[in-house]
């Protein structure tokens, strides 16, 4: 247990990148340092944690544990990975917080916000590229962009296109193929129940809505930017535009899972409360998730049927990526130094792939060099 405890301590401090960054860095301690697992087990629990909402690396984390120790394993490889992350975004918002809006960080904010919108973009291109093959993923992450943009749920999205992609891998056993438009557009255009404009924030409706999130919430940490958008910023108003750009630059700047993003908005809403709660929402649902499947771990990764809802989930991820990508930059590309900043930002990720923790430091230097022109 104490050698669990440190290895993942460790990894969750170290770990800056996302998620595709943790598990490399989780193959090499795990698998050919300390051969806890073999390479092909390991991959077993990356397919396994692509098939399930939540986390990508903080699963696997979760998912190590648990066939090293147990139950216990999984608690303790889960916590430890992720404290550090939310310890040190916990700090970020305490900061955020008490000095924030003065002029002195208002041009390093100003910065950070143009390479947030780069970084996020920069993922959606890295991210698609194993659709550009598949011109009707393409076309599904168009439309569901295009849908989100236009005040479609996000949660609806992610299961319909989830459905669409189910029925597209069985599209030769299906006799009656008129069907499929048929269902995509009735599931299009259908809504869930508004939450309505909040008049207050409330511990509980905060713990609810985050916890809602971690199951439900697929694909790359940054799809999270979707659901905090349309959620927190446009139906409840909890949040405003720019504080969620600065919750993303804060989980940008911390090592470990992005999701920590989690911890800065609870702080900023409710506090210290609001930051336990909204933390223990969005990860709760990774730990039962992993407890649950692992039995079932070689039987998933070989389902077709799953291999069909997750190509469209993922396709549909990508597609509320670049909508939350838009949105942001017609709020805050508005001038032409946010616009060579932002520009700079998206052309270092995608040539040099350099971390973002570096590209938000080197973002804010620039954001406070233009304030002084």
């Known amino acids: 247990m104490k050698e669990i405890a440190f290895v993942f301590l460790k990894l969750g401090t170290i770990a800056f990148g996302g998620p595709a960054a943790h598990i490399a860095m ?133 299961f319909s296109a989830g459905a669409i992609g189910l029925l597209w891998n069985y599209r030769n056993r299906i006799q009656e193929l008129f069907l499929l438009p048929l269902l995509s557009g009735t599931l299009a255009v259908q809504s869930l129940p508004a939450n309505g404009a909040a008049t207050g924030a409330s511990l509980t409706g905060l713990g609810l809505f985050f916890l809602k999130i971690g199951s439900i919430l697929y694909g790359s940490g940054y799809v999270l930017v979707a659901f905090l958008q349309g959620g927190l910023v446009e139906a409840r108003q909890w949040l405003t535009q720019a504080q969620l750009l600065d919750a993303v630059a804060a989980g940008q700047f911390t090592p470990g899972p992005v999701l920590s993003t989690a911890t800065f908005i609870g702080y900023v809403i409710l506090g210290l409360p609001g930051a336990v709660v909204a933390t223990t929402g969005i990860f709760l649902p990774s730990f039962i998730l992993v407890l649950i499947i692992s039995p079932f771990i070689p039987r998933l990764r070989k389902s077709q049927l799953m291999r069909g809802f997750l190509d469209g989930v993922n396709a549909a991820s990508l597609g509320l990526m670049l909508a939350v990508a838009i949105m942001l930059a017609a709020v805050s590309l508005v001038s032409a130094s946010s616009w060579t900043i932002f520009l700079v930002a998206g052309f270092v990720i995608l040539i040099w792939k350099i971390n973002a923790a570096w590209i938000v430091s080197g973002s804010a230097f620039f954001g406070w060099f233009f304030s002084q022109l």
């Open 26 to 158: 989780m193959e090499e301690e795990i698998v050919r340092r300390k051969n806890w697992l073999s390479h092909e087990h390991f991959l077993d629990l990356l397919g396994a944690t692509n098939l399930i909402p939540g986390p990508n690396s903080t699963e696997m984390a979760i998912h190590i544990g648990y066939l090293r120790a147990g139950w216990r394993g999984l608690i303790v490889a889960g916590v430890c990975f992720i404290v550090p992350a939310v310890l040190i975004t916990l700090f970020f918002a305490h900061l955020y917080v008490e000095y924030g809006s003065t002029p002195q960080l208002g041009s390093l904010v100003f910065g950070i916000r143009s390479a947030i919108i780069a970084i996020i973009a920069a993922a959606v291109i890295r991210l698609g590229k194993p659709i550009l093959k598949n011109r009707f993923m393409i076309v599904l992450s168009a439309v569901v962009a295009i849908l989100n943009l236009v005040g479609v749920d996000e949660i609806l999205l992610l």
